[in-house]
């Protein structure tokens, strides 16, 4: 009977040793792989007033007895995407007609129009006349545009009527 103890013990140790050597060779083991990440960043501008609204207004207009020159600006502020060049332009959402001069026109609520130009500079020498486009900044960094605006030069204020005169313009800024 000892010898039969022994044997069952002999059996048992070895089905252990195996056990244990199987199981310390799938311990070891191991597995890998790869995972590709991608990130697109895509060209972008966008286009804000600093203080909200967008409006341009013109100092108040006499025809008689005034200095003033019937200006006016308003600021956009534009942000680019690193390496992304925008170029903005202005038109007008209202037909040009019945304008003396100027190449935008503001209208009062029976139809009498005021002559005005948009210039890209506060100097008033660089006509904005729709097409004109003003570059942004290409480096991911805030840029402001100024638009002014001035009455036209050939525009004769003391003949309208007292009124309130209004126009939209469309900015687009292209990138």
């Known amino acids: 009977m000892k010898q ?15 056990l ?29 007033a600093p203080s909200g609204a967008i409006t341009l207004n ?8 005034t200095s003033s020159n019937g200006e006016g600006s308003a600021t956009l ?46 100097g008033y020498s660089t006509l904005w006349e729709g097409t004109h486009t003003q570059s942004t900044n290409a480096d991911g960094t805030v840029k402001d545009l100024s638009l002014y605006a001035k009455v036209a030069s050939g525009q004769s204020v003391s003949s309208l009527p007292v009124a309130s005169y209004s126009d939209t313009l469309q900015v687009t800024v292209n990138f």
Request: charge should be negative; aromatic fraction near 8%; hydrophobic fraction near 35%.
């Open 58 to 65: 013109f100092d108040p207009l006499k025809a008689i007895g």
């Open 4 to 18: 039969y103890q022994l044997k069952i013990a002999g059996l048992a140790l070895a089905c252990g040793s195996l």
């Open 77 to 122: 502020t534009v942000t680019c995407t690193d390496g992304t060049t925008g170029t903005m332009t202005v038109a007008s959402t209202t037909s040009n007609t019945g304008a003396t001069a100027g190449f935008f026109t503001a209208e009062d609520s029976n139809s009498d129009v005021l002559g005005y130009d948009i210039y890209s500079d506060s």
């Open 20 to 48: 244990m050597l199987s199981g310390s060779g799938l311990a070891g083991s191991s597995q890998s792989g790869t995972i590709t990440v991608n990130a697109d960043v895509t060209a972008d501008c966008t286009f804000t």
